[in-house]
C-alpha cells in the first residue's frame, strides 16, 4: 500500500514545495529544467527537503528513464549495466545516486567519462555537503545544491493536502505539534501523521507524542540547522569565546552530527582563522581529525573538546587566508609575470642563499607586487622579526 509521503509528492514543478531559491520561477534552474537542458547536478541538505522528488520530476519532464541507486550498496557493475544499456540509445537515462557523499573514488572515476560525454544524466542527493567527497573532476562536470529545510509555510501547505487525502481535519495542537517536532523534514511529518491516524483516527497530541516524544532531525529546533550551529561555533571560535564554542560543539554532537563534518571546519579554522599566529594550532586540528576518524564517538567528544578549547584560546589572525584570495585576484585580473631566468627551471645566474648563510638578496619576480599584510600578532610577529632580521643584517 502506497504510504501517504508517497501520495502526496508533487509530480510537477508547479506544485514542488521549498527550494525557492533553486527552483523559483526567476531561478536559472528552474528554466534549465524547462528548457529540457539539465546539467549533472548534485543536490545536498536536509532528510524530507524535496531532493529524489526533484530528481524524480526533472526525469519526468524530459522524458526519459530514471534509475535509482545508493551510494552504500552500488556496484560498478550495475552501473555499467545501465551504461552499456544506452550506448547507442536515443535516449538519456537519468542516473539517481543516493547517499552520493559516500561513493568512493573508483565509483567516481566510473562515472567521469559518462559526465564528460554527457550519455547519462547524473543527479545526486546527500544530507551531507558531498564538495569534500566529491573529486575535483566531478565537480568541475557538475553543479551543486544546498537544500534547505522546508519552512512552516510550506509544510502547512503540505498538512492541508494531507487532511484532504486522509479526509480528515486536524486541531491546531497537533498540527502545531506535526510542524514542530519535524524539522522541516516533510517525509518525517507525514509519516507520524499518517501512522498516528492509523492507530486512532481521534488525533492527539498526547498520541503524535507516543510515537514521536522528541524533535527528529539534527536535534536542534526546526527553525535551526547543523549548517547554522557550524556557523555558530566557528563564529565563537573567531570571538575567542571558550564557552560558546564548546555549547555550539556539543549542540552538533547531541544531534548527531558526524565527526567528518566537525572536525574538517576546525581544521579550515585553523588555517583560515588563526594561521601564523599560532602554527601550532593547523598540526593540533590535523592531528584531532586524524584521531577521531580511528576513534569515532563517544570517545571522540574530548578529542574535539580539546582541539576547540585550544583554537578558541589561540591568537586570531587571517593574513594568510587574505594574502591567497589576494594573490589569486590579481591573477584573475590578468598579472601574469614571466619568471626570472634565475630561478625558472635553468636557473642561470641564480645565487643559492644557502651558500650565503641562508639569505642574499635577489629578484624573484620580474615586476613588484604586495600581497602579504602580517598582523603582527603572536607567532606572526616573530616571523616578522625573523624576516626583518635576515633582509638587514648587513
Not at 60 to 85: H, P, S
Not at 316 to 332: G, P
Amino acid at each position: 500500500m502506497t504510504n501517504l509521503s508517497n501520495l502526496l509528492r508533487p509530480t510537477t514543478l508547479e506544485n514542488f514545495v521549498g527550494q525557492k531559491h533553486i527552483i523559483g520561477k526567476d531561478k536559472v534552474l528552474y528554466n534549465l529544467i524547462k528548457k529540457k537542458e539539465i546539467p549533472h547536478l548534485f543536490f545536498y541538505g536536509k532528510p524530507g527537503s524535496g531532493k529524489t522528488t526533484l530528481a524524480k520530476i526533472i526525469a519526468k519532464i524530459i522524458d526519459t528513464d530514471y534509475y535509482y541507486f545508493n551510494a552504500t550498496t552500488i556496484k560498478v557493475e550495475d552501473l555499467r549495466k545501465v551504461f552499456d544499456r544506452y550506448k547507442n540509445a536515443l535516449i538519456k537515462p537519468l542516473i539517481f545516486i543516493d547517499e552520493v557523499h559516500r561513493l568512493s573514488k573508483n565509483q567516481q572515476e566510473v562515472l567521469l567519462p559518462i559526465m564528460e560525454n554527457y550519455s547519462a544524466i547524473i543527479i545526486g542527493a546527500s544530507t551531507e555537503n558531498p564538495f569534500f567527497t566529491l573529486t575535483s573532476a566531478i565537480r568541475s562536470r557538475s553543479f551543486l545544491f544546498e537544500f534547505k529545510a522546508l519552512n512552516r509555510d510550506d509544510l502547512i501547505g503540505i498538512l492541508n493536502l494531507a487532511q484532504k487525502e486522509l479526509e480528515t481535519e486536524l486541531n491546531e495542537d497537533c498540527i502545531e505539534y506535526l510542524i514542530n517536532s519535524s524539522s522541516g523534514d516533510a517525509r518525517a511529518m507525514l509519516n507520524l501523521l499518517e501512522f498516528s491516524y492509523k492507530s486512532d483516527l481521534n488525533l492527539s497530541v498526547e498520541r503524535l507524542k507516543e510515537l514521536r516524544q522528541n524533535v527528529i532531525g539534527d536535534g536542534v529546533s526546526s527553525s535551526d540547522s547543523h549548517y547554522d550551529l557550524a556557523s555558530a561555533m566557528i563564529k565563537s571560535l573567531r570571538g575567542s569565546d571558550v564557552d560558546a564554542a564548546l555549547y555550539y560543539l556539543s549542540r552538533l554532537i547531541h544531534g548527531g552530527e558526524s565527526v567528518d563534518f566537525i572536525v574538517r571546519r576546525l581544521v579550515i579554522f585553523a588555517s583560515e582563522d588563526i594561521g601564523n599566529a599560532n602554527p601550532n594550532a593547523l598540526n593540533l586540528a590535523v592531528s584531532t581529525m586524524q584521531a577521531v576518524n580511528k576513534i569515532g564517538y563517544p570517545e571522540s567528544r574530548i578529542i574535539l573538546s580539546q582541539c576547540v578549547i585550544y583554537l578558541a584560546s589561540s591568537p586570531k589572525s587571517n593574513s594568510a587566508y587574505k594574502a591567497i584570495n589576494k594573490a589569486l585576484s590579481e591573477v584573475n585580473n590578468g598579472k601574469i609575470f614571466d619568471i626570472p631566468v634565475h630561478i625558472d627551471s635553468q636557473h642561470v645566474g641564480y645565487k643559492y642563499p644557502h651558500d650565503f648563510g641562508g639569505y642574499i638578496k635577489q629578484e624573484y619576480l620580474s615586476e613588484p607586487i604586495s600581497l602579504y599584510e602580517s598582523s603582527q600578532i603572536g607567532y606572526e610577529k616573530t616571523l616578522d622579526d625573523w624576516l626583518e632580521k635576515i633582509k638587514n643584517r648587513d
